[in-house]
C-alpha cells in the first residue's frame, strides 16, 4: 500500500483557508473530523473528506492542517495503517500514548498569535466544538464555524450523497412497534419536562421508526433527522423513499390517525431551518432535548437557555436494552454466521494447506460467499479483517491487493468479520494456525483466550459500568509483559450498527452506561507484535442475570453468555497455561457449539462443515 | 449513640436564611459542604459546620436545608453512621445507589420557581460551584455567594481557629530543600506559561515549605496560603509562629538571599486582597494557576481570562512520587509502627481470651500507647477505628461511650488504625477473631483476602491508571454475589495526609494520574454485612518497577510491595479457596514480616511480641 501523495491537495485547501470566497477572515488552521453530519463512526463516500485530504482511510481519526503542518489523531488500532496511508506531509499523532499532545494542545504550540482556527460546524460535535473553542479562546485563538465545506470546494469528483430505498422491519423483528416507541420517548421527555426531543444519530432514527436503510455500507441506516415534540413527528428525508407503499404503510402516512401519531416528511435539507423556527417559537422552560454530540450547526439552533443536552438520548439507551424478540433475532443470526464460518474454516483447511492458493482477499470473499448463502442475510457489518501474518498486527486492516498476502502454514491467520441479517448483526474473530503454531504464538493465544474467558465468566453487581471489566481481559497479559492497545469491547446493535453506545468494555470510557440484562456487547481481547502476527478472540455477548451464592444482598447480578457459537482452535491452545475453571468453560462452550450449530449444519445438509465442527471442539485435556 | 436534636438549630438557620442582615435577598436553600477554606478532607472543629447542624461527623457529607427539607449526602462508608447521628428532620441521601438524586436535581424537584441557592464562596470549591450554578441556572434558580458563613451566626460556642507551633524538617526527611521545589514549581509553571501559583492546599503549603503543624488533627498541617511568582514567595500566615527561631532560620528570613527565594510573610486572611491586587495587575497572556478545587472566593479573584486551572496541581504530582528518603522514611514508619501492632495483637490475646474487660475504646487507646513508644511517633493519623462485631459493618466507625462494646471470643474485631511519624504516615487494617471464627466468616474474610492480594501482586504496564486495578480487588467476592460500597485504595502522604491525591485505586475516580514508581497507595478490600461484622484487610504499598517476560515492548512496568507489614491472621483463612500462588503469597508476606519486624522486636527488646509474630507467621499447608 503507497501512501496517497497530498502535496498538491494541502496547496490548495491552504489557499481556500484564505480565499474571501469561503471565509470571512483568512483561517490559520483547518480541522477535518472524521464523522459526517450525524457523528457518524461509518460514513458514506461522500462524507470521506478525512480520507481525500490525508490519504487515511480507518474508522477514526482528525486530521488538522495549518499554514506549515498537517497532522492526524488516531488511536491504537490505527497507527500502522495510517503511517503506512499518509505521505511526509503528515505527521502522526499516536493517540493514548503519553507524549503525544491533544489537539488543542498542538494548535496552541504551532499557531501563530490571535489564529483563526476553522472547521465545519455540521460535521463537528457540540461537546467537542465547546472543548476545542475554550482552550483555544484561553490561549488568545478563536474557533470559527466555515459554512462551506472546504474540503468540499477542492474536492472535485466529490460523489453523490446516496439516497438508497427503505426496509420495513415488522414487529416479530422489532418486538415494539414505532409508535409504542414514540409514547415511550415522550414519556421519557415528560420525565425530564422537554418539549421537543431532537434525532441525530442515523441509527437512532432508523430504531425509532423500525425502519432500516443503505445509505452507509455496512450500516442498515437511511440519511434523516427527525423532531420529536409532544404532538407532533418531523421526519427529515429525501427523495422518493416515502412514496414506496410498503414504507407508506409503515408509516401509517395515508390513515386517518390520532394528530400525535401523523409523521410530517420534509425534506433532509430543511432541518437547521425548521430547527431555527422550533427555537424560536419557545417560551421560557420549554426545553429541546439533543445529544450532546449533536453537530454544533443543531445545537446552536436552540438557544442556550432552552437547550436540555445529555451524553445519551433515551433511544441510544432503549435501544441498547433488547426485547425478547431482537435477543431471539440475534441468536438466529449468530447461529446462521456460524454455518457459515464453519463452511468458511473447513473450506480453508482443504485449500491453504495442500494448495497455498488461498489470498486474504479470497478468504474474505468467500466467508462473504457463504454468509450471503444464509436466511436473511443483508451485507457484512463491517469490512472483513481477514490478515495473515504481519498483516494481521495492522488492528483495523483491510486487505487490498497491494497488500494482500497468501494463506499458509507457516503464519497466524486472523479473520475478524460479521454481516447483517434482517434477524441480526454479528461480529466474530478467530485467530488460527494451519500448519504447526511456536510455542511463543501459543504461550500469546492462552493468554488472549485467558483474557477472553475472564470477561465472558466475570460475574458482578447490578449496576457496574462495562469498563470496570476491561482490566480482566488483560491480567494474563500483563502478568507476562504483554498488552493491546484497544478496548476490550463495545456495544452490538440489532440489524444495526455493529458498534453503538451507550456501554462497552473499554478502559477509555468513564461514562459508559451500567450493564443491564438484554444489553449486547462484544468481548475481544488481543495481542498484536508488530511485523510478525495478530491475536484476536472475540464474541458477542448478551448480558444475562447471574445466579451467585450469596446475590449481592438482593440488588441481584449479571454474567454473560456467548451469542457467537464458533469453535475456538483448540491447537493453538497451551492447555496448561489454563486453569481448571478455564479449561471446563472451554470445553463447556465447544459443547454447546457442537450442539446448538451441529444441529443447523445438519439441518442445512451441510456434513462437511458439520465434520470439521465436530473436530473442533472435541474436549481439551488438562494434564492434573 | 444518640442523634443530635436539630429543631432549634435548623429553625435559626432558616430565619438567617431570610435575615438582611446576612442575605441581600433571601435565599431559599443554603448548601453546607464538608470542607473548609482549603477544601481540606479532615478539618479543625471550627470548620465542622456540617456536623455542627445536622450531628453527622463523619469526614465526606453535604448538608442542603431549604425552608422545608434539610438531607444529607454521603458515600456507603458513611450511611449507618449517618443514619444514626441524625434526627428526623434530615433525609439521608444514599451516594452511589441508582436511585438517589444529585444534589442538583433534588434542590429542583424541591425548590418553588426562581429561587436563590446561598452558599460559602470561600468553603465550596470552584468546580463544584460551576456544576451546581450551571444545574441551578439552567432550571431558573441563581446560586448566590453568601460572604457570611451562615453557620457561623448561629453558632454562638464556636471554637477559635487554630494556630500551633510549626515543625522544621531537614534533608534527611524530605530528600529536597524547599528552595529546589521552589526551583522545580516555577520550572513547570513556565512549560505551561504561567507567571503565578496560587497554593491553597494544606498538605501541598506544608510538603512546599518543608514544614509540618497541628492546626488539624491527624493531619500535620497548618493554616497558611502560599503566592509563587517566577521572582516572589508570599506565605500568608498567622500567629507568632514566624518569631521562632528555628522556623526563621529553616526559611531563611533573616539571611541575605537572592529575592527570588525571599519569602514574604503576610496575614492568613489578606489572600483575598492580595490575591485580587495580583488579578488587577495582569497584563494579556500573564496567568495564575490555580487548582480547580480551590475555592470559588479565590477563583473568582482572578478574572476568567487570565486562570489557569488544572485538576491536579504540579505540587500535588511531585508530592506523590516520593523520593528514596521518602521512601526510606515511610519503610521506617511501617516497621516501628508494625511493632507497635505485634505488641497490642498479643496484649489483646492475653487480654481479651481469659479476661473478656477490653472495649473497643481500650483497644484502641492501647494501640496508640504502643505506637508512642516508638520513635518520631507524632499523633495518629486518623481516628483509630476499632469495632467489634456490629460496629465493623460502620465502615469509618469511630468508638464512642454509647457505641462501645467488649470485645469477645464469639465476634470479629477489626481494628484500622495509622500513625504520624516525623518520618512517614502509616494506615493498617487488621481483622480477626479471637475465638473460633464460623465458616461463613472464614469464607468472607477469605475472598477479602484473594482481592488484596490481586491488587498486591498485580502487574500492568506503565501509565495504568489505579482505577483499573480496583475490579481485581472485587473479582473473588462478586463470583459469590459479595462486594463493598467504598473504593480500593488512596494515595497515602509522607509524614502528610494520610488520603491524598492524584493517584488511588477506585472505581468512582477515572482522572487519576497513572501510578508510577514511587507512589503509595493503600490495598484494603472489605466486606461488611450489616448487623452483624466488618472485615478489612488494608495494606499500604510502594509502587515499585516489576519484571516480566516480555516487559512490555520496553514501556516497562509497574507492581505493589508492600511497606505494612502486621501479619494477617492466618486463622481467619480457608486455605481451601486459595490458590497456590496465592498460599505462596501469604507465605512470603508473613516471611518478611517475621524477618524484618522480628528482627526490630529483638532489637527493642519486646519477646513475648515475637513470639507472637513467630506464632503468627507459620506457613499455611494447602491440600494439593
Redesign the interface.
Known amino acids: 500500500m503507497s501512501p496517497k501523495i497530498t502535496t498538491e491537495l494541502l496547496k490548495q485547501l491552504r489557499q481556500v483557508m484564505k480565499s474571501p470566497k469561503y471565509v470571512q477572515e483568512p483561517v490559520q488552521a483547518y480541522i477535518v473530523p472524521s464523522g459526517d453530519a450525524h457523528q457518524s463512526e461509518y460514513i458514506a463516500p461522500c462524507d470521506c473528506r478525512r480520507a481525500f485530504i490525508s490519504g487515511f482511510d480507518g474508522s477514526a481519526g482528525t486530521a488538522i492542517v495549518t499554514e506549515q503542518h498537517a497532522a492526524m489523531w488516531t488511536d491504537g488500532r490505527y497507527f500502522l495503517q495510517a503511517a503506512h496511508q499518509m505521505d511526509n506531509n503528515w505527521t502522526l499523532m499516536k493517540m493514548g500514548l503519553?507524549d503525544t499532545p491533544t489537539q488543542e494542545d498542538w494548535l496552541v504550540s504551532v499557531l501563530p498569535e490571535a489564529s483563526k482556527v476553522g472547521v465545519d460546524p455540521f460535521i463537528i460535535p457540540a461537546d467537542q466544538w465547546k472543548r476545542m473553542a475554550k482552550a483555544l479562546r484561553?490561549a488568545?485563538h478563536d474557533l470559527v464555524p466555515v459554512k462551506e465545506n472546504l474540503i468540499d470546494t477542492i474536492w472535485t469528483d466529490c460523489p453523490q450523497r446516496p439516497c438508497k430505498p427503505l426496509i420495513t422491519l415488522n414487529l416479530s423483528y422489532t418486538g415494539v412497534s414505532w409508535r409504542d416507541k414514540i409514547v415511550a420517548l415522550r414519556s421519557k421527555m415528560a420525565e425530564r419536562k422537554v418539549l421537543w426531543f431532537v434525532v441525530t444519530a442515523l441509527d437512532e432514527v432508523a430504531w425509532l421508526f423500525n425502519l432500516r436503510g443503505s445509505d452507509v455500507e455496512y450500516n442498515p441506516v437511511f440519511f434523516a433527522y427527525a423532531v420529536i415534540g409532544m404532538n407532533t413527528i418531523r421526519l427529515f428525508i429525501d427523495g422518493d423513499r416515502m412514496m414506496d407503499p410498503a414504507v407508506r404503510e409503515h408509516l401509517q402516512l395515508d390513515s386517518t390517525l390520532e394528530p400525535e401519531f401523523k409523521i410530517q416528511v420534509l425534506p433532509y435539507g430543511s432541518i437547521l431551518s425548521e430547527l431555527q423556527a422550533v427555537g424560536e417559537g419557545l417560551s421560557?422552560?420549554e426545553k429541546v432535548w439533543l445529544s450532546d454530540k449533536a453537530s454544533y450547526a443543531l445545537t446552536e439552533a436552540i438557544p442556550k437557555?432552552y437547550r436540555?443536552l445529555t451524553p445519551y438520548t433515551p433511544i441510544c439507551i432503549a435501544k441498547a436494552v433488547k426485547n425478547a424478540s431482537e435477543t431471539e433475532g440475534m441468536r438466529r443470526a449468530h447461529i446462521k454466521d456460524a454455518v457459515a464460518l464453519c463452511e468458511l474454516f473447513n473450506w480453508l483447511e482443504k485449500e491453504v494447506v495442500p494448495k497455498g492458493t488461498v489470498t486474504e482477499i479470497i478468504a474474505a470473499d468467500k466467508a462473504e460467499e457463504f454468509r450471503s448463502q444464509q436466511k436473511d442475510f443483508v451485507e457484512l457489518s463491517f469490512a472483513t479483517i481477514s490478515s495473515t501474518g504481519p498483516n494481521g498486527a495492522i488492528i483495523h486492516y483491510k486487505p487490498v491487493p497491494e497488500t494482500n498476502r497468501t494463506l499458509s502454514v507457516n503464519e497466524i491467520y486472523l479473520l475478524d468479520s460479521g454481516a447483517q441479517y434482517k434477524d441480526g448483526t454479528t461480529d466474530v474473530t478467530r485467530t488460527m494456525h494451519f500448519g504447526t503454531p511456536s510455542a511463543y504464538e501459543k504461550e500469546c493465544f492462552t493468554y488472549v483466550l485467558k483474557g477472553h474467558i475472564a470477561v465472558s465468566a466475570?460475574?458482578?453487581?447490578n449496576?457496574t459500568k462495562g469498563h470496570?471489566?476491561?482490566?480482566?481481559a488483560?491480567?494474563a497479559l500483563?502478568?507476562?509483559?504483554?498488552?493491546y492497545l484497544h478496548g476490550t469491547g463495545h456495544g452490538v446493535g440489532s440489524f444495526l450498527n455493529v458498534h453503538e453506545g451507550p456501554c462497552g468494555i473499554s478502559?477509555k470510557t468513564?461514562a459508559d452506561e451500567p450493564l443491564e440484562a438484554g444489553m449486547i456487547v462484544s468481548d475481544e481481547p488481543g495481542y498484536y507484535e508488530d511485523g510478525s502476527f495478530g491475536i484476536r478472540i472475540e464474541n458477542v455477548v448478551l448480558v444475562i442475570p447471574a445466579e451467585?451464592?450469596?446475590?449481592?444482598k438482593n440488588?441481584g447480578?449479571l454474567t454473560f453468555e456467548p451469542l457467537t457459537l464458533v469453535p475456538i482452535q483448540t491447537k493453538m491452545i497451551d492447555v496448561n497455561l489454563l486453569t481448571e475453571k478455564e479449561c471446563n468453560w472451554v470445553n463447556n462452550y465447544h459443547q454447546k457449539c457442537r450442539e446448538v450449530i451441529g444441529a443447523e449444519l445438519e439441518r442445512q445438509g451441510r456434513h462437511e462443515a458439520l465434520q470439521w465442527l465436530i473436530r473442533e471442539t472435541e474436549p481439551l485435556l488438562r494434564a492434573q
Chains 1, 2 share one sequence.
Do not use: E, Q, V
Open positions: 503519553k484561553s488568545g421560557p422552560k437557555a436540555y466475570a460475574i458482578f453487581p449496576g470496570l471489566l476491561d482490566s480482566f488483560r491480567s500483563w502478568d507476562c509483559g504483554l498488552d478502559y468513564f451467585t451464592k450469596y446475590n449481592f440488588r447480578s
